[in-house]
């Protein structure tokens, strides 16, 4: 499997930045599904953007849309959730997570993704 660390949360007033990375090790295939997923207080986990490292194809949630762009650094090792035009309802746990995959068909679902970090808060203040 491989091991996820993300990196970068922290609190920011609404219409701030933030940058998330995420550290992954143990690659042993090609071809992954990887994702953001967030997590507030008393509500279910969301899906709010994966990448499909076959052939770099990419989704988001249609609340970050326009707004967060989420990229891969491979000489890095790292997975990025660069987020702009922040709001208070953007607060939540943000985890990492990886699937090997043969196909980016499923990477939106949560439950495809069998690695996970141990998540990073995001805090918007308005």
């Known amino acids: 499997q491989v091991q996820l660390v993300e990196s970068g949360g922290g609190s920011v007033q609404a219409g701030g930045s933030l940058r998330l990375s995420c550290l992954a090790e143990?690659?042993?295939?090609?071809?992954?599904?990887m994702g953001w997923f967030r997590q507030a207080p008393g509500k279910e986990r969301e899906g709010v953007a994966n990448?499909?490292?076959?052939?770099?194809?990419?989704y988001y949630a249609d609340s970050v849309k326009g707004r967060f762009t989420i990229s891969r650094d491979n000489a890095k090792n790292t997975l990025n959730l660069h987020m702009n035009s922040l709001k208070p309802e953007d607060t939540a746990m943000y985890y990492c997570?990886?699937?090997?995959?043969?196909?980016?068909?499923?990477?939106?679902?949560?439950?495809?993704?069998?690695?996970w970090g141990r998540g990073t808060q995001v805090t918007v203040s308005s």
């Open positions: 143990g690659y042993t295939y090609s071809n992954y599904c």
């Open positions: 997570a990886a699937a090997r995959s043969y196909s980016g068909s499923w990477c939106h679902l949560g439950d495809y993704y069998n690695s």
């Open positions: 990448i499909y490292t076959g052939d770099g194809s990419t």
